[in-house]
């Protein structure tokens, strides 16, 4: 059996999966205050009279990491970055432990300045000094030569407990983003060991030794001990949850919308055959544009407790919450209460009287009767994620492509079938198949389905590999990888290593042996020419595995299906 | 937080799947390091920069242009779509005011594609500035256009494409024509009868630097441009005037081209040549896009550059003193040049060879325009190419007067069936028919 846990803003869903299906589901309430409490109130519960060792392992997804950022509660981490000729990195400073040292690298790897060791000895002396205990190490370009940032590392190991380089977070051209990552991997490194460390040994001191896998962004997870390393891959985990837990019911040829629709916020993201549509460089949170892996998902300020209000005599919905629906007692009237109107809720803690006293006044406005408002409202939130939806696919195609090939065969996402999840749901989806072009579905066992995908998802991880063969070197500096090639090597021969060194990486951070369903993201294969001769090949090949569910699922989730 | 003070748009179409041949200067790798660089800088995250995704064009918007023998198809590849595709979505963009500036980074280029295109030269088959220029006149209310071509070859296509509009400006910078390709581009050449003075040509001696560069924007196109106020600024970037080309031999900087393109503001640039893949383009083209967008560039600067060693020596800011001298007394003397040229006659005749040194092969035109006072002109050319294609092209201007478009009507009715295809293309009413022989 697998635990799978997800933390949300105000409950934590804790589901145990196995052989019967779902086996059991609980919430607890989030105590944000006292995360690690409610997590380990979960899984305790959960577990309960069920012997440690038949639960293969657990998967928790939690807005640890997340709250740290968008709450700018971080930890100070130092950052040292070569940044060279180009934007001046002054533009890139992440806090105020921020130094912009020499040494320059170029586009094709080769060193064009070297460090200062001084310097950075210096630098390095002065942070320890301030009490930096965690440094972050950038370079430009150092995904296509490392050697500056592990010179640095070397002369400032003995002065800080963990370093992070920026070519070990992502293998993708991006020295800005590559700061952000680094720096935020720096800076919730310390809450994230702390706390993980401290639900494994208490887990352990209770007789559940199991575990511990974190979720992803980008909807895969990792073995906890690996993410010692990756931090910063916990951060937003939430969305790619409920999208996981979406991916056994959604069709396996077709494309899909996966709508989660929640209190403040409606979260969208794209199936193709049931494989998540990745974002193309990492996720954005707070200030930080990041190379984080994650799912293509995009949010819109339209829930059920987003305030409805006449503009003239317009209804206009969202995009701010003021407080929970009239019918919960909030201010303000929201969808939820046009719901509560229309008799559309399963809900009986709600008072409905209230729901009909917040849209009467908008109800007299526009001149209808009060059942008519709040169709009104429910019609319009409808239209209103309907739109937004269009408008991520409008720009998910939009994206500029760099290959003749890809102009005339450009692949247009066309989805026809929408799957919803959240507490009105089923009503939704009703509605909108009425009124679009789209099918739509709610997700079975929606209110727990973000458990279900934290449970069920694979391990995921990307490789990028570069070879010149002008120069004689085959290269991943993410995986610490490189060696030397003949003038015959081959994008076949790069895709080979390629998938090796892939395997090697999921295996290592905790995939299991029948999960590798291996893919290409990139290959690509150039003639080098200098002086009108033929001088090699440039070869650039990622591969990743794949965001999808663990082979094991479908007996699980067929029982859920049918339950 | 970084943001554009211009807010500025980039078609990025580098053509990786596209080459003239394996090992031609125009292939497949050419902007690889360039797409490196862009990336690395995070400039596609910057708040106020923009990607587009390249359009292709269509035949009509080639066909306002080019007469392309035997037809479109036959002389363009699909990448030549999407490059004039690339300007075309740009200048979309910044018509409607969705940007300030734009910037099309697309390959192939097209500034010595003339306007009857028989096939290749000088690694261009169609003219991705005019075709977008073109059809931002017939989409928008433009009517003035100014073409300032930094290439280092003399943009003889675009030169030929305006050589008789005195509503376009076109005005290159490029090395002295007696020791590069094309081997044209002097200063005597200033444009036809109806609009002399509106071409101009600034040969600069093989080593200008920066100091000789920015001495003509400053002393010489910029004055102009006040003169000749025109709606929208063109540039055609060409990159190869960089210490580092091959093909070259100038000593230009990256710094020098962010400076330009600075000073000249354009609101529209078209990348053409530049052939330093890894020395120059990366950091040329990151000057470029931040200077277009207002950001400091001052940090950007590419391996190898030593200002000392760059700089000009005296006698070479001489002659571009002298240069700049003569250009700025046709252009102030273009009224008196262009009423000469006209004297008395009806007609202007001019015989031309044209080289298609990418295909090898040679076309001869006989050129035959209407002096006029009320338009730019009514045109023909009767063309034969070597390899086997003889057209006659009549051409009816923009703002046409009625004897000009009566004039053109009656060429292209009366023109004999020895000719394998005639063809009227007339921008008055934005139409081309063709007529093949039977």
Redesign the interface.
């Known amino acids: 059996m697998i635990i799978g846990l997800d933390v949300g803003g105000t409950h934590t869903d804790i589901v145990l999966v196995g052989e019967n299906g779902l086996e059991r589901k609980i919430k607890v309430p989030t105590d944000t205050s006292a995360l690690f409490q409610t997590v380990l109130t979960g899984i305790e519960k959960i577990t309960e009279n069920i012997p440690s060792e038949k639960i293969k392992h657990a998967v928790l997804s939690t807005t640890l990491t997340t709250n740290a950022i968008v709450r700018n509660k971080l930890s100070p981490a130092g950052m040292i970055v070569s940044?060279g000729?180009?934007?001046?990195p002054e533009?890139?400073r992440t806090d105020g432990h921020y130094s912009n040292v020499s040494g320059s690298i170029?586009?094709?790897g080769?060193e064009?300045e070297p460090i200062d060791k001084k310097q950075i000895e210096e630098i390095a002396r002065r942070l320890k000094s301030q009490g930096i205990r965690h440094v972050g190490v950038v370079g430009?370009?150092s995904a296509?030569n490392p050697d500056h940032e592990l010179e640095i590392e070397k002369i400032i190991a003995p002065y800080f407990d963990k370093i992070f380089l920026g070519h070990r977070v992502s293998g993708?051209?991006?020295?800005?983003?590559r700061i952000a990552t680094t720096f935020l991997n720096a800076s919730v490194y310390p809450i994230h060991k702390e706390f993980f460390e401290a639900v494994k040994s208490t887990l352990k001191q209770k007789g559940i030794s199991i575990p511990i896998y974190i979720l992803k962004a980008d909807g895969g997870t990792m073995a906890f001990d690996a993410s010692i390393d990756f931090p910063g891959q916990s951060v937003l985990s939430g969305p790619s949850a409920s999208v996981m837990g979406s991916v056994a019911f959604a069709p396996a040829d077709k494309e899909t919308l996966v709508m989660d629709i929640g209190g403040t916020t409606t979260d969208m993201a794209v199936l193709i055959n049931q494989v998540p549509l990745l974002s193309p460089l990492g996720i954005e949170i707070g200030?930080y544009?990041t190379l984080i892996r994650a799912l293509n998902s995009y949010s819109i300020g339209i829930g059920g407790d987003s305030v409805v209000r006449l503009e003239g005599n317009s209804l206009k919905i969202g995009p701010d919450r003021i407080g929970p629906a009239m019918a919960y007692g909030g201010p303000l009237p929201t969808p939820t209460d046009a719901l509560f109107v229309l008799n559309k809720t399963d809900d009986v803690s709600g008072d409905k009287n209230k729901s009909i006293d917040g849209l009467t006044p908008i109800a007299e406005k526009l001149g209808i009767t009060v059942e008519e408002a709040a169709f009104e409202v429910f019609d319009l939130a409808c239209q209103d994620i309907l739109t937004a939806a269009r408008e991520m696919i409008e720009r998910i195609n939009?994206?500029?492509?760099?290959?003749?090939?890809e102009?005339?065969t450009g692949y247009q996402l066309n989805p026809r079938h929408i799957m919803v999840l959240g507490g009105p749901a089923s009503y939704f989806a009703e509605h909108m198949a009425q009124i679009s072009e789209f099918t739509v579905q709610p997700v079975p066992q929606w209110s727990v389905a973000n458990a279900i995908g934290t449970a069920l998802s694979r391990t995921t991880c990307e490789v990028t590999l570069f070879a010149d063969t002008q120069k004689g070197i085959a290269m991943a500096p993410g995986e610490s990888f490189s060696k030397p090639v003949k003038s015959d090597f081959t994008k076949k021969d790069a895709l080979e290593l390629g998938y090796e060194l892939l395997r090697q990486k999921a295996l290592q951070t905790g995939a299991d042996i029948d999960d590798l369903d291996l893919d290409v993201l990139e290959d690509?294969e150039?003639?080098?020419?200098r002086?009108?001769?033929?001088t090699g090949k440039?070869i650039r090949i990622k591969l990743q595995v794949k965001p999808g569910l663990i082979h094991q699922y479908k007996m699980i989730t067929d029982k859920i299906a049918a339950m | 937080?970084?943001s554009a003070k211009h807010k500025t748009g980039l078609?990025?179409?580098?053509?990786?799947?596209?080459a003239i041949s394996?090992?031609h200067p125009e292939?497949?790798?050419r902007l690889?390091?360039t797409?490196?660089?862009v990336?690395?800088?995070?400039l596609l995250?910057i708040d106020g920069i923009i990607?587009?995704?390249?359009n292709?064009v269509e035949i009509k918007d080639v066909q306002r242009v080019h007469f392309c023998a035997p037809d479109e198809k036959s002389v363009m590849?699909?990448?030549h779509f999407?490059s004039a595709g690339g300007a075309k979505t740009i200048a979309d963009a910044v018509m409607k005011k969705k940007i300030e500036k734009g910037f099309a980074l697309v390959r192939p280029p097209g500034h010595h594609a003339m306007r009857v295109v028989h096939g290749g030269r000088g690694f261009c088959n169609v003219n991705n500035e005019a075709i977008m220029i073109e059809y931002i006149r017939s989409a928008y209310n433009v009517d003035r256009v100014a073409i300032i071509d930094t290439d280092c070859h003399h943009g003889d296509g675009t030169q030929d494409i305006y050589w008789h509009d005195p509503d376009t400006l076109f005005i290159s910078l490029h090395q002295d024509g007696r020791t590069l390709y094309p081997g044209s581009g002097f200063p005597e050449e200033m444009g036809g009868p109806m609009a002399a003075g509106t071409t101009l040509n600034v040969p600069l001696p093989p080593y200008t630097s920066e100091e000789g560069f920015l001495y003509v924007i400053k002393e010489l196109v910029l004055p102009i441009l006040d003169d000749f106020k025109p709606d929208i600024i063109i540039n055609s970037a060409g990159q190869d005037n960089h210490f580092t080309d091959?093909l070259t031999n100038m000593h230009f900087s990256a710094q020098g081209y962010a400076d330009l393109t600075r000073l000249l503001k354009p609101d529209i640039a078209v990348l053409e040549g530049g052939y330093s893949i890894?020395g120059a383009l990366?950091?040329v083209n990151?000057g470029i896009i931040?200077a277009m967008a207002g950001?400091?560039y001052?940090?950007?600067?590419?391996?190898g550059y030593d200002l000392s060693k760059l700089r000009q020596s005296d006698q070479i800011t001489q002659v571009i003193e002298r240069t700049c001298d003569h250009v700025m007394g046709n252009w102030n003397a273009r009224e008196l040049i262009r009423n000469r040229m006209k004297s008395d006659k009806k007609f202007d005749k001019r015989r031309r060879s044209i080289m298609y040194d990418t295909d090898g092969f040679n076309e001869h035109q006989n050129e035959t325009i209407r002096i006029c006072t009320e338009c730019g002109g009514v045109l023909k050319i009767d063309s034969t190419s070597d390899i086997g294609q003889h057209i006659l092209a009549v051409h009816v201007p923009r703002k046409a007067c009625r004897a000009c478009r009566e004039q053109g009507f009656e060429w292209y009715d009366s023109a004999s069936e020895t000719y394998d295809m005639i063809i009227l293309q007339n921008r008055d009413d934005d139409t081309y028919q063709v007529r093949k022989k039977t």
């Open positions: 940044g000729p180009g934007i001046d533009e890139f170029d586009h094709s080769r064009i430009k370009f296509r993708h051209l991006n020295f800005p983003r200030k544009k939009r994206k500029p492509v760099y290959t003749i090939k102009v005339l690509l150039f003639n080098m020419v002086g009108f001769r033929l440039n | 937080m970084l078609v990025f179409f580098p053509a990786f799947d596209w394996p090992t292939r497949e790798e690889l390091y797409q490196d660089q990336f690395e800088e995070g995250d990607e587009y995704k390249a292709l590849t699909e990448s999407i091959p890894e990366p950091y990151l931040l950001i400091n001052s940090n950007v600067r590419e391996p």
